[in-house]
């Protein structure tokens, strides 16, 4: 199985950047396609960014586009998500996930769509 961990959270000041890490194990990592989800108290998980399982294509949610770019390292089994532009809109439980849906390259995912998650990492924007 896939075990993921996330780190990076913390509490920044709105228009900073910040970095997400998610750092993961097993042997079918390169396989999978990943995924960061936010959620925010009292909202609904949502869709932020996904990255295929070889790094050649990506997809973003409208409301970071152009702000958060996703990326992955299979040989470090690593995905990162790099933010900038923070607003305080962004405020969220951040989480890693990992999917092996084909044909949704072009699209958000859904939570029930996704096969393993990490434990979230916090992420706090100030105004």
């Known amino acids: 199985q896939v075990q993921l961990v996330e780190s990076g959270g913390g509490l920044v000041q709105a228009g900073s950047s910040l970095r997400l890490s998610c750092a993961a194990s097993g042997r079918t990592f390169r396989t999978l396609n990943m995924d960061w989800f936010r959620q925010a108290p009292g909202l609904e998980r949502e869709f932020v960014a996904r990255?295929?399982?070889?790094?050649?294509?990506?997809y973003y949610a409208d409301s970071v586009k152009g702000r958060f770019t996703i990326s992955r390292d299979n040989a470090k089994k690593t995905v990162s998500l790099q933010m900038k532009s923070l607003k305080p809109e962004d405020t969220a439980v951040y989480y890693c996930?990992?999917?092996?849906?084909?044909?949704?390259?072009?699209?958000?995912?859904?939570?029930?769509?996704?096969?393993?998650w990490g434990q979230g990492t916090q992420v706090t924007v100030s105004s």
């Open positions: 990255v295929n399982w070889s790094g050649g294509s990506t």
């Open positions: 996930a990992a999917d092996s849906v084909a044909g949704a390259t072009t699209r958000r995912l859904t939570q029930g769509e996704c096969d393993y």
